[in-house]
Nanobody
Framework: QVQLVESGGGSVQAGGSLKLSCVRS????????MAWFRQAPGKEREGLAA?????????YYSDSVQGRFTIVPDNGKNTVYLQMDSLQPEDTAMYFC???????????????????WGQGTQVTVSS
């Protein structure tokens, strides 16, 4: 069974950067696609960035993070990173890594597609 473990969260001031890591315990059909989500208190879970981990990775971003966040796979380390720049207080949330065997590319962030989820790592941005 595949497990995902996130790390790299913490506290940062507005305008700062953080780099999150998600290590998967194994490669399988369940990890064909990797994604990052976040959930703030009282808000719905939001998809941020996703990528196909095969030979031709193709990242996809939500409008809210396009141009600020970058998803980067390192298949040699079974890891996917989320580089987050220009962080703002509204980015404060618990950040989750998730994996899926297949994605409807018209609905990259539909939660039901993601079969494995990590425990999350907290990101807090102060003004």
């Amino acid at each position: 069974q595949v497990q995902l473990v996130e790390s790299g969260g913490g506290s940062v001031q507005a305008g700062g950067s953080l780099k999150l890591s998600c290590v998967r315990s194994a490669n399988s059909y369940l990890t064909n696609y990797m994604a990052w989500f976040r959930q703030a208190p009282g808000k719905e879970r939001e998809g941020l960035a996703a990528i196909y981990t095969g030979p031709t990775p193709s990242p996809y971003y939500s409008d809210s993070v396009q141009g600020r966040f970058t998803i980067v796979p390192d298949n040699g380390k079974n890891t996917v990173y989320l580089q987050m720049d220009s962080l703002q207080p509204e980015d404060t949330a618990m950040y989750f890594c998730a994996s899926a065997p297949w994605i409807d590319r018209d609905n990259w962030f539909r939660s039901e597609q993601y079969k494995v989820w990590g425990q999350g790592t907290q990101v807090t941005v102060s003004s």
